[in-house]
């Protein structure tokens, strides 16, 4: 019984490969010459066809990409601070690029604070980073009107808990697309 | 130039009279909450009677229960265990021996009569000490009336001890949080002075936060993010929803009412500053107040309105600072604290109390408002924020973490401990304590 399964299994493994093999013959003597004129062009368009899917498909994957970035990618700030640092700058280019690459983009800029400190003057200083981190897109030639600024304060922390990395996360600068 | 003998006879008269009054004085004064460590006063209250010929009835040991906690609760009092005393109090004669005998300093008989569901309760104050009745009342009313009647009395007996009613008419408001979708759901809640009848005062399901009550207690003023920002709102307790005063691009932050009027102080930052403005309750913008180039929030005013104080990072930290309204003038109040925040004058006007950031952690601190004798009133694990002075300026109740989160506890105003207000699933910050006369009329 074993033996005959196997020897099923392994004709049906030849017959494909013969199969595969007969496939390629054929297309590799297409274009050698039995082809029409119109035949050959019809190919050569679909070819082109291909390639701009290809192309796009991969346009919009690198979109998909630079939007999932814009979004999920924060600005940090230090404790009690609301300049921006050099790497915040760097992330804020990038944010200015994008923008200007996606001139109907709205953005609402989050200020986010670490749970130390009273409620109160954490929501003043979340505003303060919202604004920084605007006033930095504006410099770089995003109008105005494209952007809203709103703080949490202390009310949305991305990381639950009081360890100095979970801080590091909260104080932060977040941009959500309207 | 020498005294006559006539300016000499007056003079003799002043001092005299100034003797007596002093000594009277010092006969009223039984406790100075200024006092750190001043003791608790003994106070015996006996089993309540049934006025003569009445019917023995369980209001008796009700009424009881609901003035010892009560007076319990102003930290003022050592209630004593009734198992001590030795035999029952007679209507109209008090053995002042015998309740000296067993440490009382203080005594308070009470003695009802029922019918039906009228309710009659007479309740007398002495003072074991002197052998003297200090103050007697006689309610009459139905039985539902009860805790009222005997809040009333609570705050006759502290009436005449220290010279003030108490918290027994107030109610303390307080932000609730609990985890949504999305986050925290912040709502404004209130609760009796000890904790009991909590209501649900906002439902907005998003952010509401600071709380303040107008000085009537009518209006409780408060910040939301009903409009996607935080915009101010003020509701009327007796009833409707919440109406939007103002919501000026920015933030809208910590509003209070000035006293004597219906304007509120609120923290905006429309001009570029985080600024504090006193705005109409219709959101007129009447004056800008304080003139920090970053972030002056959480006003407080002094009880005479004449000063405010409130937070501001000009000195580069978070800091209180004092304005005299009506020069301008401002000036730094906290030093040697890395952070401050959240001041609270107190209604007597003498002290200041706010949080302080000591190793790292927030403690209550007061302060005067001239800048001297701070005192740290909490420590240890979790810290406390957000202080508020009961209107009688004798307990604070603030925001702790001893348990992992955060819920609202009173002391008093030296830092006794009282005891834990809250104990609701969630967080409990912010409290904010009414003025007299919210949960019941006044006598």
Not at chain 1, 76 to 92: G, I, W
Not at chain 1, 106 to 125: Q, T
Not at chain 2, 418 to 441: H, M
């Amino acid at each position: 019984m074993k033996k005959f399964l196997v020897v099923i299994a392994v004709a049906a493994l030849v017959m494909s490969l013969g199969l595969a093999a007969g496939c390629g013959k054929e297309q590799v003597a297409a274009p050698g010459g039995q082809l029409s004129a119109e035949e050959q062009a019809r190919l050569e368009a679909e070819r082109q066809r291909r390639l701009r899917e290809a192309q796009l498909q991969e346009q919009e994957a690198r979109a998909s990409q630079l939007r999932e970035v814009f979004v999920n990618q924060d600005i940090h700030f230090d404790y009690d601070r609301y300049d921006l640092s050099a790497e915040a700058k760097q992330t804020l280019n990038d944010k200015a690029e994008y923008m200007r690459g996606n001139p109907a983009l709205m953005v609402i800029v989050e200020g986010h604070c670490d749970e130390r400190g009273s409620n109160a003057y954490n929501m003043a200083l979340g505003e303060k980073r919202s604004k920084a981190a605007a006033a930095y897109l504006e410099a770089m030639g995003i109008a105005p009107n494209r952007l809203e600024t709103v703080s949490y304060g202390e009310e949305r922390p991305l990381v639950m808990g009081t360890s100095e990395e979970a801080y590091a996360a909260n104080r932060r600068g977040h941009f959500v697309i309207k | 130039m020498r005294p006559s003998p006539r300016s000499l006879v007056i003079i003799g008269a002043l001092l005299a009279a100034l003797i007596v009054m002093a000594g009277s004085a010092w006969a009223r004064v039984y406790i100075d909450v200024t006092q750190p460590f001043s003791r608790r006063l003994p106070l015996a209250i006996p089993e309540f009677q049934p006025l003569a010929g009445a019917a023995p009835d369980a209001v008796g040991a009700e009424g009881n229960e609901i003035l010892s906690k009560a007076l319990s609760f102003t930290g003022l009092f050592d209630i004593l265990d009734p198992r001590g005393f030795i035999g029952k109090p007679q209507p109209g004669s008090v053995n002042y021996a015998m309740w000296s005998k067993v440490g009382a300093e203080l005594m308070i008989a009470c003695s009802y009569q029922t019918g039906g569901q009228g309710l009659t309760m007479e309740c007398r104050l002495y003072d074991v000490v002197e052998r003297r009745l200090l103050t007697g009342r006689r309610y009459d009313g139905v039985r539902a009336d009860l805790p009222m009647m005997m809040y009333r009395f609570a705050d006759e007996v502290m009436l005449a001890i220290t010279g003030e009613r108490s918290v027994f008419s107030t109610e303390i408001a307080f932000v609730g949080s609990r985890q949504g979708e999305k986050g925290a759901v912040k709502e404004i809640y209130l609760m009796s002075f000890d904790g009991s009848s909590i209501k649900k005062v906002t439902s907005h399901g998003d952010i509401s936060l600071y709380p303040g009550w107008s000085g009537d207690g009518r209006l409780l003023a408060y910040s939301s993010y009903q409009k996607r920002r935080p915009a101010i709102f003020v509701q009327a307790l007796a009833g409707g929803s919440g109406k939007l005063v103002i919501n000026k691009p920015g933030v809208n932050l910590t509003p209070v009412f000035q006293p004597g009027s219906n304007n509120l102080a609120v923290s905006m930052s429309h001009t570029g500053r985080t600024n504090i403005f006193l705005v109409d309750i219709a959101g007129q913008i009447v004056k800008h107040l304080t003139n920090g180039w970053g972030i002056d929030v959480a006003p407080s005013f002094s009880p005479d309105g004449k000063q405010m104080a409130y937070v501001s990072d000009r000195g580069g930290s978070p800091q209180i600072y004092v304005m005299d309204l009506a020069s301008g003038q401002q000036r730094r109040l906290t030093f040697g604290y890395k952070y401050c925040a959240a001041p609270d004058w107190s209604p007597r006007g003498d002290r200041i109390a706010f949080q302080a950031m000591d190793d790292g952690v927030f403690q209550v601190v007061t302060i005067k408002p001239d800048g001297s004798g701070a005192q740290v009133l909490t420590s240890g694990y979790g810290g406390a924020e957000d202080p508020t002075w009961s209107p009688d300026g004798r307990l604070i109740a603030y925001a702790g973490r001893q348990t992992g989160r955060y819920q609202i506890y009173v002391m008093t105003a030296n830092g006794q401990p009282i005891r834990r207000l809250t104990n609701l699933p969630g967080e409990q910050t912010d409290p904010a304590w009414s003025p007299r006369g919210v949960s019941r009329p006044l006598d």
